[in-house]
């Protein structure tokens, strides 16, 4: 294995079965099944088994299937059992059965390293070698075995199929453009390869939305022109009423959102319920690689429901005991009526800690149409007179009631790149330095009220638009409102709907806008910071900029800021970087350019999520964590590992 030739300059292993990875977080290594007692069904297949319709769990599971240690992670080994019932407020909601279940070729641990799941291992030589190594005897949910072929499959029939795959395969395989030479070695071993380091190839496995490698092949070969018989797929077509072989493939393959109840998944449950429904029911997959140290496969849930409804209406349905585990459609606002109701419901209300980098960010439009406007919103003395007029401390007492963090725009306390100056800097309330930074650019004419002029006579008054899709949006910006009157700024909060939003933003006619911070504040060196450079529309501080990134220059702008174009060039230092140390000093200089030039103003973070579970749901955490990247809101917790502290009569 050329993982093991001597000469490399830099080799990195992460082996699930090497004793260096103990300390990092719950992802144990992996062992073989606990001698004593042998590998624990759930009684919920008693009858498929007795009846040959299931072999026994000791033969659905891989040879090495993955331990996860509860005692270890401070959690209660569980029982198998129940139903986890969930609302959701759209049928696209189905996504989040992939999301929670978190089940990925790598994935990201307690302490944010990545750390093999469906991989038994990978190996990285150089930052551009990687060996992937699956788990033999690994099956997908219809028993199918899981094996190199299905990755296979993916890379030449779809992802290089044009008809399929028009955009051609992901950005995260094509570092500088270049495809990846790829080697199956066996049937449980592939190997990924290109001449220069790529550094996104394994965070985009593990991300909550991943990069897929694979797909169910034995499976999906009857919806394949280049497998199928011709005439039976023709019929297919016809059946499906769609147009062509592509959009019948298309349609049948959806791993993300798991619409098609015949597709094999590797998640802990299987979607059993076809499309449209009011209520969708996943069964626990019998092939689930996963164990607990005594042997018992997961998930513990035999099954979770989610029952689709008005969004609006989740608060007070969760209060009415309708939901075991709710996080969607719930937020902070809601957290006294629910812990309230939680006194007379078997609910209980838990608060976990968002992570975005700012929960409540003011994003000048740096592409605004206008060139008066345009040229304010580059001025970086204005952007910091804007962040600090504003009393952080102020929003936090009267919004989040003291529980929230004044910070700017960036890493959180929990990430290994949270540098506390950075989070404080610009953000004091000083109404006299934003004062004397306006006089300084020349904005020192005022009309009777107060409002500032700006150089062509009209008054400083604007609109902060935002999608409305938040009472405390609304909340937040009101208290804004008066903190920048006081130094001459009047502003006029509105809200329009996201599409037109988004068009508004791109098209230069927003002047400023109210949005989140970085998605995800809980990065690490190996994450890949596009979301501190110009590299997508959209980004909302400078959308045409991004544009050009993402086009290649073909359509937007060049960034027409100095210290714009260096986050640029340092964001693409990071695509080719070798070494985490190198990705880490990266990191560190796009952090410090974005809190000093302030291009997103972050207000407040830390703010709290709720999560309502029923009272005898174990192993949700009281404390967690809430961001979709990395680890899938609920994910990285292992919903698999939650179980119901109920006893049956078939368990004792």
Do not use: C
């Amino acid at each position: 294995m050329s993982g093991h030739k001597p000469g490399h300059t830099r080799r990195e292993v992460l082996i699930l079965g090497a004793a260096a990875l103990a300390p990092a977080g719950w992802a144990r290594p992996a062992r073989a099944l606990p001698p004593a007692g042998g590998a624990i069904d759930s009684p919920y297949f008693a009858e498929r088994v007795k009846s040959g319709a299931l072999p026994r769990v000791a033969e659905r599971l891989p040879n090495v299937p993955r331990v996860i240690e509860m005692a270890w992670r401070a959690r209660l080994p569980g029982r198998h059992g129940g139903d986890i019932r969930m609302l959701m407020g759209d049928q696209r909601d189905l996504r989040m059965m992939t999301l929670y279940g978190y089940t990925r070729l790598i994935v990201y641990d307690d302490d944010l390293e990545l750390v093999p799941d469906v991989l038994e291992s990978f190996d990285v030589q150089e930052g551009r070698v990687f060996t992937l190594r699956l788990r033999a005897g690994h099956r997908w949910s219809d028993g199918s075995p899981f094996t190199t072929e299905d990755f296979r499959y993916w890379w030449e029939d779809v992802a290089n199929n044009a008809r399929l795959s028009p955009g051609g395969p992901p950005q995260a395989l094509l570092p500088g453009g270049e495809p990846p030479r790829i080697e199956i070695l066996s049937e449980t071993e592939i190997r990924y390869s290109w001449t220069t380091p790529n550094p996104t190839f394994l965070p985009a496995l593990a991300d909550a939305q991943p990069t897929y490698l694979f797909m169910p092949s034995r499976y999906l070969k009857q919806f394949h022109e280049r497998y199928a018989d011709r005439r039976a797929l023709k019929a297919k077509i016809a059946e499906n009423r769609v147009r062509d072989w592509g959009a019948l493939h298309e349609r049948k393959s959806r791993m993300y959102r798991p619409e098609n109840p015949d597709l094999p998944t590797l998640e802990p449950w299987r979607n059993t319920t076809p499309l449209p429904a009011e209520q969708f029911v996943f069964e626990r997959n019998p092939y689930f690689h996963r164990i607990d140290e005594n042997g018992r496969q997961l998930p513990y849930a035999d099954r979770v429901t989610l029952t689709i409804g008005t969004s609006a209406l989740v608060p007070a349905k969760t209060a009415a005991g309708e939901s075991d585990l709710q996080a969607r459609y719930l937020r902070f606002d809601n957290y006294t009526f629910l812990k309230d109701a939680s006194k007379r419901m078997n609910i209980e209300v838990k608060l976990w800690k968002r992570a975005e980098g700012s929960y409540f960010a003011l994003l000048p439009n740096l592409n605004a149409i206008d060139p008066v406007w345009r040229d304010l919103n580059r001025d970086l003395r204005y952007r910091r007179a804007l962040s600090v007029a504003i009393n952080r401390e102020d929003v936090n007492k009267v919004i989040f009631f003291g529980l929230a963090r004044v910070s700017g725009n960036t890493a959180l306390p929990e990430s290994p790149l949270y540098d506390a100056r950075l989070a404080a800097l610009w953000t004091q309330h000083d109404p006299a330095l934003a004062n004397r930074l306006l006089d300084e650019i020349g904005l020192t004419r005022r009309d009777d009220d107060g409002v500032r002029l700006l150089p062509d006579g009209r008054r400083l008054e604007f609109s902060i638009e935002t999608a409305g899709e938040n009472t405390e949006e609304t909340d937040i910006l009101d208290l804004v409102k008066q903190d920048f009157f006081a130094v001459g700024i009047k502003i006029y909060p509105r809200s329009t709907q996201r599409d037109v939003f988004r068009r508004r933003i791109l098209a230069g006619q927003t002047v400023m806008s109210a949005w989140a911070g970085m998605d995800n504040a809980l990065v690490t060196p190996d994450m890949e910071p596009d979301a501190l450079a110009p590299t997508s529309p959209a980004q909302y501080q400078w959308p045409r900029w991004g544009q050009f990134f993402e086009s290649n220059g073909r359509e937007g702008e060049r960034p027409a800021l100095a210290e714009a174009n260096g986050l640029v060039r340092l964001y693409q230092q990071w695509r080719i970087s070798v070494t985490r140390q190198e990705r880490r000093k990266i990191w560190q200089e796009m952090l410090a350019i974005n809190a000093d030039q302030l291009f997103t103003i972050g207000v407040i973070n830390g703010t709290l999520q709720p999560i309502v579970t029923a009272r005898d749901l174990r192993n949700v955490p009281n404390e967690g964590l809430y961001s979709f990247e990395p680890g899938a809101f609920l994910g990285r917790y292992m919903p698999d590992a939650f179980w119901f502290d109920r006893k049956t009569e078939a368990e004792g």
